[in-house]
């Protein structure tokens, strides 16, 4: 999925995703009702693809807004550990160089702010049929979103 991150504002960069990336979402959508066993989704950073992502797969099954801020949050506290995953993968000689961008990259890029995932759900929420209704735009079908909200709603076998 790609998205524009040339953007200051986090907001752009969702609304950019919102935009562009419907067909992409649907896909992963349809990986995770597909999928013989538990999907992972992920992205350098693990907040803005793999959050607005999980946010749709939420959202679209009747998770409660408050619950998919609430995820998407978490990644504020786990920041630190992102940038240190992202110097670790770097050549030894490179460390100290991504250490510096990333201390002094827009703040953005590793932050966030409630209100990026708040005008995302409020997007997905104002298209016809909520998140479900924007996937299925996208191509996916009633089936797939009953088969999503079987995968990640019901209650897993014994």
């Known amino acids: ?31 995770v009702t597909t999928s013989p066993g538990p999907t992972l989704i992920h992205c350098a950073g693990g907040k803005d693809r793999t959050g607005v992502a999980v946010a749709v797969l939420l959202s679209a099954v009747g998770v409660r807004r408050a619950e998919i801020v609430k995820d998407f949050l978490i990644t504020t506290r786990l920041v630190t550990l992102i940038h240190d995953r992202l110097v670790a993968a770097e050549h030894p000689r490179k460390r100290e160089l991504v250490r510096q961008r990333l ?32 996937l299925m735009r996208w191509g996916l079908d009633a089936e797939g979103i009953s088969a999503l909200r079987t995968r990640l709603v019901a209650e897993p076998p014994l």
């Not at 504002?9 to 992963?28: M, N, P, Q, W």
């Open 1 to 31: 999925m790609v998205a524009n991150f040339e953007s200051t504002k986090l907001t752009d960069v969702y609304e950019s995703i919102f935009a562009t990336c419907g067909d992409k979402l649907a896909r992963i959508a349809e990986t």
């Open 103 to 134: 201390r002094t990259s827009d703040p953005w890029l590793l932050d966030t702010p409630t209100v990026a995932i708040e005008v995302f759900l409020d997007r997905l929420e104002s298209h016809d049929g909520g998140a479900a209704g924007w």
